[in-house]
């Protein structure tokens, strides 16, 4: 069975940071692309962050480069986001996902993050 299970989120300042973690299980995660999405309440979900299987190609939005980095340890089946510098605008139920190369794709169950003073 597929799980995708987020942890990490949380309530944090303006300016702070925090770390997501993703652990994959059901499935050969070292072969998938993963990635990062997040979604605020009546908008659609946008995506955050990407990269490739083995680690050495990644794409962010605009939105959020050069303050999170996306990473892997495909020995713990693990992606992470950190995240610095949060801002208020970043508040949003954040996703892991992972993709195949036939684009099968898999969703975690999301993780609330609150950038709030």
């Known amino acids: 069975q597929v799980h995708l299970v987020e942890s990490g989120g949380g309530l944090v300042q303006p300016g702070g940071s925090l770390r997501l973690s993703c652990v994959a299980s059901?499935?050969?995660?070292?072969?998938?692309?993963v990635g990062w999405h997040r979604q605020v309440p009546g908008k659609e979900r946008e995506f955050i962050a990407s990269?490739?299987?083995?680690?050495?190609?990644?794409r962010y939005s605009d939105s959020v480069k050069g303050r999170f980095t996306i990473s892997r340890d495909n020995s713990k089946n693990t992606m992470y986001l950190q995240m610095n510098n949060l801002q208020p605008d970043d508040t949003a139920v954040y996703y892991c996902?992972?993709?195949?190369?036939?684009?099968?794709?898999?969703w975690g169950q999301g993780t609330k993050v609150t950038v709030s003073a």
């Open positions: 990269m490739n299987d083995n680690g050495q190609s990644t």
């Open positions: 059901g499935f050969a995660f070292s072969a998938y692309e």
């Open positions: 996902n992972a993709v195949s190369k036939f684009f099968l794709t898999y």
